[in-house]
């Protein structure tokens, strides 16, 4: 028996996550110890990230090539066409006559009868390159965004009217770009400089980040859950926009802190380490699997202080009215800022989820604020870009809740905010961060305080 090679296991993932209409992340986790080196695994990912991600440009380039439609090839077929035309048109370190040759042999061994359709329709792609009949960027400019940069239309034409051609482009080019593995120092158990000298003598290249005081870079790690200093808990995995949200919130030492919507545990744990792990946090998520997530990263961590618990952030059952210190409602969002990171997402999407969750927001913000107590801070965030869900959520609080005010962000945050716009947002209690803009996952937080019970 053959042993199955990166570019075979990448369209054997694929076909699995159009077949089952599986989470792409999930069918990777379950299939990449097939193979044994590290390279090889690294290889897979990309492909497979890489091809679902530029899945609407690679068909309109592989359709000017074929004489009847994509689908009506075997879903094999398909995905060994997208995968080797995404090496030939995206990726410049693989030489297109390796992606071509490898595409034909993998056709030649799974679906002979195809392999000089495939041989063809390839070297034409390389042949024509990126020099393709676009549609026109004036007249069609929804159509051209979508196809050049694949990106569902729904979310191309709200983009347009909200940001503006040039700013469009940026994002939709900012959301394919592969995402950087932001790292968060466990600092109950090491300082940031020495994991960063661990790491490094681990193998690991790093960089430290400018913005949040526990966060670093890493890169060529292989595979992380192998890595000593993760197995020891000396770190766990956060983008720096959701680490920046344990900074804003500013929890204490002692006090007593609710985390509405906690898992998979990120801010939790960051929420307890800032609290230097003395104190107590309640913890809740509505799925009973992911409240283990949660108590699995702490044990990690070695945190002791937060109590996770299944339960409806609707309700918070056994949760007084006033009595916590701090308030953090991390809500179920689109997730339309977080596109780089889950390659698959896009696709999975509807515009009319955008509609129907600020209500399921607004009434967890509105059940968490009134456990705040009076003096205390509430914090509302999503990982999301799209004003239905920030801003005019924030606004419907607002104007419902007169008792608490909202905090300027300028001296709450760890970094110096470089734009006026930003710094207009801030001073109002709220910022949005952008991909394009900021260089780091979409978000949105915002902060308020209770003034009176």
């Known amino acids: 028996m053959d042993k199955i090679t990166s570019r075979a296991l990448a369209v054997q993932i694929l076909q699995r996550i159009e077949e089952e209409k599986a989470y792409a992340n999930l069918v990777m986790q379950k299939s990449l110890h ?15 990230n890489g091809t679902l991600k530029h899945r609407l440009t690679l068909d309109y380039a592989l359709r000017r090539h074929l004489r009847k439609p994509l689908s009506q090839l075997p879903h094999e077929v398909r995905w060994i066409l997208r995968i080797s035309a995404l090496q030939v048109l995206y990726l410049s370190r693989i030489p297109a006559a390796v992606a071509i040759n490898e595409g034909v042999e993998l056709t030649k061994k799974q679906q002979g009868k195809y392999t000089s359709l495939v041989n063809s329709v390839l070297r034409r792609v390389l042949e024509t390159g990126w020099e393709m009949p676009w549609p026109s960027q004036e007249k069609e400019p929804v159509r051209y965004l979508s196809l050049r940069y694949s990106h569902p239309e729904w979310m191309v034409k709200r983009w347009l009217k909200r940001y503006g051609m040039a700013d469009t482009e940026a994002l939709c080019q900012a959301n394919n770009e592969p995402a950087p593995v932001w790292i968060r120092t466990n600092t109950l158990k090491i300082s940031r400089a ?10 690991v290249k790093v960089t430290i980040g400018e913005r949040v005081p526990e966060s670093l870079m890493i890169e060529e790690f292989g595979s992380l859950d192998q890595l000593p200093s993760f197995q020891e808990g000396l770190f766990t995995v956060q983008d ?9 919130l500013n929890p204490q030492a002692g006090q007593k802190v609710l985390d509405a919507c906690g898992a998979p545990g990120g801010k939790t744990t960051h929420l307890a380490q800032r609290m230097e792990n003395q104190g107590e946090i309640l913890a809740f998520d509505i799925h009973p699997h992911k409240v283990k997530l949660i108590e ?6 070695g945190i002791t202080i937060i109590r996770a618990q299944a339960g409806d952030a609707r309700e918070l059952a056994g949760v007084k009215d006033a009595s916590c210190h701090k308030v953090l409602v991390d809500a179920p969002c689109s997730g339309l800022g977080v596109l780089r990171r889950r390659a698959d997402m896009r696709w999975h999407k509807e515009e009319d989820e955008i509609k129907t969750l600020p209500a399921l927001q607004l009434a967890i913000l ?27 959520v924030v606004k419907a609080f607002r104007a419902k809740h007169p008792e608490f005010t909202t905090v300027d962000l300028s001296g709450e945050l760890p970094y110096s905010l ?36």
């Open 240 to 248: 720096e926009s959701s680490q920046l949200i344990a900074h804003v």
């Open 366 to 392: 509105e059940r968490a604020a009134q456990c705040v107590a009076a003096g205390g801070e509430l914090v509302y965030s999503t990982c999301t870009i799209e004003p239905e869900e920030n801003f005019e």
């Open 296 to 301: 699995d990263l702490a044990a990690r961590l």
């Open 34 to 48: 097939d193979l044994s080196d590290p390279r090889e695994r690294q290889l897979t990912t990309l492909l497979v």
């Open 418 to 453: 470089a734009s006026e716009q930003d710094r207009k947002q801030a001073a109002k209690g709220f910022l949005q961060i952008l991909p394009h803009k900021q260089g780091m996952d979409g978000f949105f937080l915002a902060k308020f305080r209770r003034v009176e019970v």
């Open 194 to 203: 020495d994991l960063q000298a661990r790491l490094e003598e681990e193998g």
